[in-house]
T-cell receptor, first 112, second 113 residues
Framework: SQQGEEDPQALSIQEGENATMNCSYK?????LQWYRQNSGRGLVHLIL?????REKHSGRLRVTLDTSKKSSSLLITASRAADTASYFC????????????FGQGTTLQVKP | DVKVTQSSRYLVKRTGEKVFLECVQD?????MFWYRQDPGLGLRLIYF???????EKGDIPEGYSVSREKKERFSLILESASTNQTSMYLC????????????FGPGTRLTVT
């Protein structure tokens, strides 16, 4: 399977703390993306990091990519109750235009 | 951003019925996707389309077909619904010119009884 794996499967933290979730994948990639899904809703694109990038920031989000280890991490700083959601990584394969491979997700609960 | 709408949020159908799930985008993007999402299995690609009347099977196409007669509309068809097709169905559109970023509809939760 080319599917990514995410770690941890579930994470519970207090508001104001940082949340870190990790994603590993198996193939060479064009880019890696992170999505958020609120309960019972569709996915929302958060951030994309290309294979030649090592770190990217967007607001309270920080993504790192280590292509030698085939892994990525998503850090959410100063978490809020509204960040409670499931987070998925998705990889775009090199040479496989359009299709994304999604990980199984990390469920984040931020307690007020 | 692309706005993606799906015809129903919740749907209940009987075994053996033919089911149509519709997805509509408000722009002119070429690539559209249908996924199903099940607990513990993540998102799995059923079919995708890269232009009008063009389609390609994903990882789990069995029991499904698709139709794309107009660029903005991509339909998923369950020819004869079965209970193991009870799931959340998500449609997505890839933004043309992006690095394969996808925009998702709100999802249809289908229950087959």
């Amino acid at each position: 399977s080319q599917q990514g794996e995410e770690d941890p499967q579930a994470l519970s933290i207090q508001e104001g703390e940082n949340a870190t979730m990790n994603c590993s994948y198996k193939t060479s990639i064009n880019n890696l993306q992170w999505y958020r899904q609120n309960s019972g809703r569709g996915l929302v694109h958060l951030i994309l990091i290309r294979s030649n990038e090592r770190e990217k920031h967007s607001g309270r989000l920080r993504v790192t990519l280590d292509t030698s280890k085939k892994s990525s991490s998503l850090l959410i700083t100063a978490s809020r109750a509204a960040d409670t959601a499931s987070y998925f990584c998705a990889t775009a394969w090199a040479g496989n235009t359009g299709k994304l491979i999604f990980g199984q997700g990390t469920t984040l609960q931020v307690k007020p | 951003d692309v706005k993606v709408t799906q015809s129903s949020r919740y749907l209940v159908k009987r075994t053996g019925e033919k089911v149509f799930l519709e997805c509509v985008q408000d722009m002119d993007h070429e690539n559209m996707f249908w996924y199903r999402q099940d607990p513990g299995l993540g998102l799995r690609l059923i079919y995708f389309s890269y232009d009008v009347k063009m389609k390609e099977k994903g990882d789990i196409p069995e029991g499904y077909s698709v139709s794309r007669e107009k660029k903005e509309r991509f339909s998923l068809i369950l020819e004869s619904a079965s209970t193991n097709q009870t799931s959340m169905y998500l449609c997505a559109v890839e933004a043309s010119g992006s690095f394969y970023e996808q925009y998702f509809g709100p999802g249809t939760r289908l229950t087959v009884t």
